[in-house]
C-alpha cells in the first residue's frame, strides 16, 4: 500500500484513474478508513475523467496514530463545544487539512477538486478557507459549519457513534459494530443489502479500526468550534450535498453551509441519511462531476 511522509506524518493513499487527468481528493469521515468510500462511487469519479486519490486521515486506517497531545473527555468536550468554551485537543481540523495539503505536495499536485464527507466534509472546507490556491472546487457532503445548534443529532444515533465495540481488537466484533452503527445512521428508506454492507464493514475492519483515533478526530471537531466566520470567506465553487433524512447531521447544517458559503449550491436527496446509499451514487457522482467541469 503507497504511503508518503507529509505534515510531519506518514498518510497512507491510493490513487485510481489516468496519471493526466485532473486530479479529486476524497477526504472521509470519522475514523473511516479511504475504504469506507463505496467502489461504485471512486469508478463512477474516475469514468468521470478524474485523477481520484483517496487517502487514511491521521488516526485511523494505516496512516500515523497521534498517540501524544492535550486529551478532553468526550462528553466534556461535547459541553464545552455547545458552550462556546475552548476544548484541548492533541489536533485540530485545521491539522488535518494541513495533512491534505502535505498530501497533495508530496503527490505532486498544486491544485485538486476536494471532495469531503461527514467530518472530511469540515476538513476539506477548512482546506477551502485556508488554502484556497490548492482547492479548484469543494463538495461538502453531510457535513456542517461547526454550529451546535444546527447539527442536532438524534440521540439514537449520537449513541451508536459514541458506543464502541466489545472487543475493540477483534475484527469481527468490530465488523458487527459498524453494521450496527450503519444500521442507525445509513438511509432507513434505503436500507444496504446485509451481506454487502457486512462486506463494507470488515474492510474497515481488516484495514484498521482504532477507536482511540476517533476520539482523536471527535476531538479536532469540537476543538475547532464554530466556523461560520471562516466559511464566510470561502470562494472556491461550492457544492453542498446532503440528505433530509440524516439522523447524524440534520439537513439544517447542510442548509446552513450552503447559505454561509457565497454562491454554494445545494443538492438536498430525499431519503438519504447519513452514508452513501448505492441507489443515490450515480446521481452524487453526476452532480460532483458536473460541479467540477463547471469549476474547471
Not at 489516468?18 to 469514468?47: C, I, K, N, Q, T
Not at 498530501?103 to 472546507?125: C, E, F, K, N, T
Not at 438511509?187 to 451481506?195: E, G, L, N, T
Request: net charge neutral; with cysteine.
Amino acid at each position: 500500500m503507497p504511503s508518503v511522509a507529509a505534515n510531519g506524518i506518514t498518510i497512507a493513499y491510493e490513487a485510481e484513474g489516468a496519471a493526466g487527468s485532473p486530479p479529486l481528493v476524497l477526504v472521509m469521515g470519522l475514523g473511516m478508513p479511504l475504504v469506507f468510500w463505496p467502489d461504485a462511487f471512486v469508478e463512477g469519479l474516475v469514468r468521470g475523467g478524474f485523477r481520484v486519490v483517496r487517502f487514511d486521515n491521521r488516526d485511523c486506517g494505516l496512516s500515523t496514530r497521534i498517540t501524544e497531545g492535550p486529551h478532553t473527555p468526550i462528553p466534556a468536550a461535547m459541553a464545552k463545544a455547545i458552550l462556546g468554551l475552548e476544548v484541548h485537543a492533541p489536533y485540530t481540523l485545521a491539522d488535518m487539512a494541513g495533512d491534505v495539503a502535505g498530501l497533495m505536495d508530496a503527490l505532486g499536485i498544486a491544485r485538486a477538486h476536494v471532495v469531503g464527507a461527514s467530518l472530511g466534509g469540515m476538513v476539506a472546507q477548512v482546506l477551502a478557507a485556508r488554502h484556497p490556491e490548492r482547492v479548484a472546487s469543494l463538495t461538502s457532503i453531510m457535513s456542517g459549519s461547526g454550529n451546535p445548534y444546527a447539527s442536532a443529532a438524534r440521540p439514537r444515533a449520537l449513541g451508536a457513534l459514541l458506543h464502541r465495540p466489545q472487543r475493540p481488537d477483534d475484527p469481527e466484533s468490530v465488523t458487527d459494530y459498524l453494521v450496527h452503527v450503519m444500521g442507525v445512521l445509513g438511509s432507513a428508506r434505503h436500507p444496504a443489502d446485509p451481506a454487502r454492507l457486512r462486506a463494507h464493514c470488515a474492510r474497515v475492519a481488516r484495514r484498521g479500526y482504532d477507536h482511540h483515533g476517533i476520539a482523536r478526530q471527535m476531538l479536532a471537531m469540537l476543538a475547532s468550534g464554530d466556523r461560520r466566520a471562516e466559511l464566510a470567506t470561502v470562494r472556491t465553487p461550492t457544492l453542498v450535498i446532503h440528505g433530509d433524512d440524516d439522523p447524524l447531521i440534520s439537513r439544517s447544517a447542510g442548509r446552513e453551509v450552503a447559505r454561509i458559503v457565497p454562491g454554494a449550491s445545494l443538492l438536498e436527496i430525499e431519503g438519504m441519511g447519513h452514508d452513501l446509499p448505492e441507489p443515490f451514487i450515480p446521481r452524487i457522482v453526476e452532480a460532483i462531476v458536473a460541479h467540477c467541469r463547471a469549476a474547471r
